[in-house]
């Protein structure tokens, strides 16, 4: 395979091949589109050395905060000047749309700029012990940060944890995905061009169960920031335990719309496209279920089946409507849930099957309902373009199903009545809660979940701190 176009790792400020190269697939087409090296325990060792060595120098942290903004303004507008030409790379190796992928960087950037905003503003506080007594606190970083990121947005998750580490002075070993690495590598080269310090930022793409393990339990890892599957972090979580190694556990959901009775149904109809069929669904605060007051049933499922006709399926690099999932994996895993949910009773108004005629990945866009509630398609992740519609005839009964699986990420409320979507919004379990638009917030707005969809909170103000541990000073002043 000596004619695709290589990738490679980032390790100690330079760019690093392999023995070996793992493939790439263009999921437009299930064929082979470029390889990457393939990260070995060495690698990992190096990396990890490399990121010590910028802790120990305090090449990060004994510059005045300032030169820390500076450094991450400069990547945010070399990010912007790579967006065209990294877009196009993640749209053919994710299959998602070239829209959604120019998005991507556009928000990567902006995390840059976000937490620039912060770098030299993480002040502590001066605590009165009375007389003869100086307290303070102050902040300081973690030291070495090692993130592990999924394939469904490996750019902009792997800036959100980037930009804050960095900003509190942490040096980082980012862990890509097996799949969908190739983009992330346009990240290294624009903080190579803002000129960050060597070790500061170091990339493997490597097996998860391999070199993501390895990194976990790497006696110089100081932080774990997991962004994946619930299996994967509760592994990640049970090696960290060894060395009580701090983590942020970002996982998936099952996240859950209300819609009560008065609500505005072109709201409704314009978050289902978004909470569901954007990037394929394949998004883990995707609108997965929608609760519908037993009222509006009808009018919700038709208008939501008039939906899923009118988008057009093609690759990503043309733009449509839905594009294809990742890969074959992940279609096969799709394709069985529906199948399993067929089994268990559902009914499938619309989709439920791979698109035939194609050798790409791509998934019927799909709708159940009479679902049980108890049921797999109801309780799991799907991860695809696949919704569950059911109803509801009180509050409290909505409030009960959305409630009602082991995760905790996102919800939403959609009602012309604010009084009562508020209230609503308070008692629903998650960490975020959309009123009125599904996907509401940004960068600046804290994420994260409870339960099963993890713990700790990436994004906003809050998210910096997730970087950072405190320590108190207290200072005797004789002679007062
Ligand atoms: P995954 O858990 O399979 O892999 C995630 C990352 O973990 C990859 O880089 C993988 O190589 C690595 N990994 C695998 N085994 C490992 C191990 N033993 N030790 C260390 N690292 C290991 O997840 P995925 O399939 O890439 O992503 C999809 C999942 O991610 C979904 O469940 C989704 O909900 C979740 N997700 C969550 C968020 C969030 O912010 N809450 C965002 C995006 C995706």
């Known amino acids: ?30 064929q082979p589109y470029a390889e990457i090296a393939d990260a070995s325990i060495g690698d990992a060792d190096a990396a990890m050395a490399s990121a010590r060595r910028c802790v120990d120098s305090g090449a990060l942290t004994s510059v005045r905060p300032a030169q820390r903004v500076s450094w991450l ?22 299959g998602k749309s070239l829209d959604i992928a120019r998005g991507e960087f556009e928000e990567s950037a902006r995390y840059f700029e976000y937490y620039a905003g912060m770098a030299d503003k993480i002040e502590g506080t001066s605590i009165p012990l009375g007389n003869g007594y100086v307290d303070f606190t102050s902040y300081e970083p973690m030291g070495v940060s090692v993130q592990i990121v ?8 792997c800036a959100r944890s980037l930009a804050p580490a960095l900003a509190a002075g942490n040096a980082v070993v980012v862990k890509s995905p ?38 976990v339990e790497h006696a110089e890892t100081n932080q774990i920031v997991f962004t994946g599957s619930v299996a994967t972090g509760q592994r990640i979580l049970r090696a960290a335990a060894e060395r009580a190694t701090p ?5 998936g959901g099952k996240s859950a719309a209300i819609v009560h009775a008065d609500a505005d149904l072109d709201q409704v109809i314009a978050s289902v496209e978004a909470g569901i069929f954007f990037n394929a669904g394949q998004v883990c605060s995707a609108m997965s279920r929608l609760l519908v007051h037993r009222s ?13 006709e009118s988008l057009s399926i093609g690759a990503g ?55 049980a509630v108890d049921s797999e398609i109801f309780q799991q992740e799907v991860f695809g373009p696949v919704l569950v519609i059911h109803a509801f005839d009180s509050e409290d009964e909505a409030v009960a199903l959305a409630n009602g699986t082991a995760f905790g990420l996102v919800a939403g409320v959609f009602d012309q009545h604010l009084d009562r979507a508020l209230r609503t919004a308070r008692r629903l379990r998650g960490g975020q809660v959309f009123i009125n638009e599904w996907f509401a917030g940004g960068v600046e707005t804290p994420f994260g979940g409870v339960g099963l969809s993890g713990y700790g909170r990436e994004k906003g103000q809050q998210g910096l701190y997730g970087y950072v541990q405190t320590k108190n000073i207290a200072i005797r002043i004789a002679g007062e």
């Open 178 to 215: 097996e799949v969908s690495p190739l983009a992330m590598t346009f990240l290294m080269t624009a903080c190579e061009r803002a000129g960050l310090p060597r070790g500061a930022v170091n990339l493997l793409c490597g097996a998860g169960a391999v070199v993501g393990a390895h990194l």
């Open 317 to 371: 690099i043309t733009n449509p409507g839905l594009t294809p999932l990742v890969s074959e994996a992940q279609l096969t895993q799709v394709e069985g849930m529906c199948r399993r949910a067929i089994v268990e009773g559902a009914t499938c108004i619309t989709g439920g099957e791979r698109v035939s005629g194609t050798s790409g990945y791509f998934m019927q866009p799909t709708v159940f309902t009479d679902v």
């Open 247 to 251: 983590c942020v556990m970002e996982m």
């Open 1 to 30: 395979m000596g004619s695709l176009e290589r990738f490679y790792n980032y390790i100690d400020g330079a760019w690093t091949g392999s023995e070996t190269y793992r493939m790439v697939d263009d999921p437009a087409t299930g």
């Open 150 to 157: 999924p394939w469904n947005f490996p750019p902009s998750i």
């Open 73 to 94: 303004l400069a990547i945010a507008r070399e990010i912007k000047a790579l967006t065209e030409e990294a877009a196009l790379v993640l749209s053919r190796e994710n």
């Open 296 to 308: 509006r049933m009808e009018e919700v499922c038709q208008r939501v089946t008039e939906l899923t």
